[in-house]
C-alpha cells in the first residue's frame, strides 16, 4: 500500500484486446529526524499499473497533484532495449485504489501543485469517536 501524490497525468492506453491500461507515477515522502535533531525528508517514487475497470476510472478521475492510495502487488519486468542491454522495471500493479479529496476546480484538468498535503488533508471528512458504552443488545450476533 502506498499514499502520495500523482507526478504525473495518467497515460490511457488499450491492448489489442481492447482491454484498457494506464499508467501513472506516484511520489511518496518519508520525514524523520536524525540523531543531530535536523528533519530530513525523502522522495520515493513510483510507477504504477492500472488495468480494467480500474484503469478508466484512474483516467477519467485523477490528475498530476492529487492524492491517492494504491494496494497492490510489485512486479518485475525485463526486456532487451535497442542497444542489447537488459532493462529492468519494478511496478506496482494496482488491485485496489482510493481517491483522496478533490481539489476546487479539478476535474480532470489540470490539479494546482501550490497546495500542500496539509491543505488536502483539511478537506477530508472528520470522523468522531462515538462517546458511550456498547450495550449488548446493538450487537448484531
Excluded: C
Excluded at 35 to 57: D, T
Excluded at 73 to 94: M, N, P, S
Amino acid at each position: 500500500m502506498i499514499l502520495g501524490n500523482i507526478t504525473r497525468d495518467p497515460e490511457m492506453r488499450t491492448t489489442p484486446a481492447g482491454k484498457a491500461v494506464v499508467t501513472l507515477g506516484v511520489a511518496t515522502n518519508r520525514r524523520w529526524t536524525n540523531a543531530s535533531g535536523q528533519k530530513q525528508e525523502q522522495a520515493e517514487f513510483h510507477n504504477v499499473v492500472l488495468w480494467g475497470r480500474l484503469a478508466e476510472i484512474a483516467n477519467q478521475y485523477l490528475a498530476k497533484g492529487a492524492l491517492v492510495l494504491i494496494e497492490g502487488r510489485l512486479q518485475t519486468r525485463t526486456w532487451e532495449g535497442q542497444d542489447g542491454v537488459k532493462r529492468y522495471r519494478t511496478e506496482i500493479i494496482a488491485e485496489n485504489m482510493q481517491m483522496g479529496p478533490r481539489l476546487a476546480g479539478a476535474a480532470k484538468a489540470t490539479a494546482n501543485n501550490d497546495i500542500s498535503r496539509e491543505e488536502k488533508m483539511d478537506d477530508l471528512p472528520i470522523i468522531e469517536e462515538e462517546t458511550g458504552e456498547i450495550e449488548a443488545k446493538d450487537i448484531p450476533f
